[in-house]
Each structure stands twice: as C-alpha cells, then as structure tokens.
C-alpha cells in the first residue's frame, strides 16, 4: 500500500462541508431537515458552533454567482460565503471558515480585501476556496454572452492568485505602528505599492488593510482535471476532490504529493480532502434503508437536470429502469477533460447500472464517496483511506442537516478518537494551526531581508 505521510502523530483533518439542508438531492425533504429554516443565518451559525464543539478544523460553503435552474425542487440557494462566514465568526473562536469566491468573476482588490476582513475579524481563521466557475450560466449575469472557456478561465486565476498574494504581502507584519506618542500609524516603508501589470490585471496597490493574522488566507483548490491539478499543486494548500473508489484516491493523492515536491513545495503543507457522505445506521440494514428513504425522495426532473451539467446529456423521457445509453456519451466535447465527467463514466462503465440505479447513486452527494453503514464500518473506511495514501482528512457532507451532522459527531468521532485519529481539543487558534500549516513570510520583506 502506498505509504501516507511521514508526519507523527498524524491526525485527520475534518472539515463540515455545509449544503442548505444537507448533500443528498433531496436532504431538505427528509424529515427533521427543517427547510423553513434555511434562509435563516442561525440556521447555519448554530451548525458551525456543533462543528466548532466537534473540533472539526473547518466550515465550508460552496458558492456560484448564478441562480442554478433546477431550484424548483432543490435546496440551492445560497447566502454569499464570506457575508455568511462574518457572521459566524461572531458567534465561534477556533472554527476555521472556508468560503468560495470566483477567480472569473470578482476584481482582485476586492477579493484581497474581502478575505482580508474576515481573517482579522476571526482571528486567523479565513480560507479561501479558488474556483473559475464551472457554471454555464453565470456569464449572463455579469455581462457575458457565456461562460469564459475553460482554458481562459485557468490563464486568469493563475494571475489572479499572483496578485492577491502580492496584496495580503504588501504590508509586512510590523508595519502597523500606531504610536500615539510618536503620531506614527504605519511604517510606510514597509507598505508596498505591488505596481502589477499583467494581461488580465493592473493593480498599483497596497492593500488598504494591515497583513492578516495569518498572513495569507489558506489557499483551497478543488479541481481535478490536469490543468487543475498542475494549478492545486502551484497554489494550494488544501485540495478538495470526489472519489469513488480507494484506488482513485490514491492515484490522484500520489500524483498530487509528486507535482507538489516537483515544485519545491513540502507535500505535507498541502492537506488532500475527499468529500465522504455517511448513511448511518446502528446495522448494516437500518443504514441501507435510511439511504432508500432518501432516494425514495428524489424527483427525477431534477436528478436528470443535474446528470446533465456533469456529462452534458439530457436523458429526460428515456425509461429509468433501462440501460444507461453509454452510447449516446460524447467524450470529445469541452466536458469531457472535466474530472465529474470521468468520474460519472467510471460508474457507468464499471457498473452498467440504469439510469436510476446511476442518478441515486449521484443523488447521495454529486459523485463523493457514499458510505452507508454503521459507525464502525464508517471509522473503518475513513481509516483506511487516510492510512493508505488515499487522503489527509475528508469533507464531511451529511446528507441532511442538523441531524446527519449530529450523529456523525456522537457516533463516529469517538471511535476515531479511541484510535487516536482525530483531536480531542484544538492546540491553535488559527486554520493554518489547524492544518498544520507554515505562516508564509512577506514576499516584501523576504525581498527587503535578502538585499539588506
Ligand atoms: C468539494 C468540491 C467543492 C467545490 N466547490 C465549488 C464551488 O463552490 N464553486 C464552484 O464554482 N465550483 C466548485 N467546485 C468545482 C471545482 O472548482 C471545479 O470546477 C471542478 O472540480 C472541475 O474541475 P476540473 O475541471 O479541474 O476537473 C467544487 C469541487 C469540489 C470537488
């Protein structure tokens, strides 16, 4: 078995990856789900408080500028992340705070001092999620006849990254003064103008807030195409991915850690994170028909709309209970480098299921690792996959909301902790001590320090 990191006293990093009623399609139906609260912010601040009493490292929201178009019958609108994780920096001390924001469609300077905001008023907590928006139908909403491509996409986010990172650099840690006697606010020697000119931006810069406590944001990444890896092992500090199987896991975990030393990075300061969805039951049974009584929920229009954004195929009027119509596949077209595309294929391939046998198995959390079981089977295949080079800790994505999270936390947590996997009391304050991550220095005083 491929060896997994060398760190002692490895421990798993866990993050609440959190879906308005929970990561089944059909979650919000389930009863005790309460929907009439999810446009309520305490729906989700009392969530992350559950998660921060857990000791997880971390809260995660997914995020798109655009309405999706299947919203009739799907838990899929959402409060914008970092409005959302403010307010539940004001009611959590230790709980990290990860939120998606759009390479394709914010302004660096913006960005820089969204997450900027939030690291200060947590207190070292902010993480940042990079993505370039997949979604087709966001470009309508900034002026766009489409989506940018998604090669253009990458080419923007690389410089992207470059800029904001030069922005949360530019002032270095001591230049915040504040001496009344002296009446010196900030040293502005050490506040640097970052003069960036590049083909997508130009930003003179500095930054109009001090260096955050931790320094930079965590950097997250969660593509698992080529170019998204290339990009995770250039950037990221944390890879968010969807696997199905141990052995697909492992092959992306080994590549990863590989591209990463390749670029002089430590691979141990770059946390792989599957998504795992966990059915429990105190039996094998009672955990099988908890996951039927939530399939039993879904509605068809809306599994086939969503099968449809990942392999680009509208099966709508096909008979459920048929063959899935392999053939009818285009693996040429622009989809097909995506990684939720080859993994969809992978299913169909290797287990010819029929369509509904294929959009169940997608309804339980959009092609992340479904594990239906009791406690110990979970602990088990979480086990398994962290000590066999497969992951360093997991999204956990209940598939309904508070309950699923709650049961996760009282039944599976201390079999992990009785094995000594997981914390029992956090030893930092920050995300990056969550993680186990290094503070990076100023690039601008790393400049000074070297001509000096
Ligand atoms: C756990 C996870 C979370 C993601 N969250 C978001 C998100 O919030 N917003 C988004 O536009 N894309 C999100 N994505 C999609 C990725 O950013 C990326 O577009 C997708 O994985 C395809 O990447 P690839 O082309 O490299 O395979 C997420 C993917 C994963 C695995």
Redesign the pocket.
Known sequence: MPASSAIPNRQLTLNL?IYPGGHHEAGWRYPGSDPQRLNDAAYYQELAQKAEAAKFDAV?????PALPDNIRYASRFRYE?LTLLTAIAAVTSRIGLIG?A?TTYYEPYNLARLYASLDHISGGRAGW???????SN?GANFGLPENPS?ADRDARASEFVDVVTKLWDSWEDDALVADPVSGVLADDAKIHAIEHIGRHFRVKGALNAPRTPQGRPVYV?????????S?AARYAEAI???HQTLASAQSFYADIKKQTAALGRNPDHVRV?P?ISPYIGSTEAEAKALFEEFNALIQPAFSLAQLKQMIGLDLTGHDLDGPFPRHLIDTSGPLG??????LVLDIVDREKPTIRQLIERLAGARG?YVVVGTPEKIADEIQTWFENGAADGF?VMPPWLHGGFEVFAAEVLPILRKRGLFRTEYSGTTLRDHYGLPRPDSQFATAERATA
């Not at 999620?129 to 979604?135: D, H, R, Y």
């Not at 990444?221 to 890896?229: F, H, K």
């Not at 480098?337 to 080859?342: D, E």
């Open positions: 990856f995660f929201f997914a995020d798109g992340p998606t759009s999620n990079i993505v370039t928006t997949s979604a966001a998604h990444q969660a593509g698992s195409s080529d170019d998204g890896r990009f968010f991915t969807a994170l998504g480098v995506a990684s939720r595309f080859r992340h999204n």
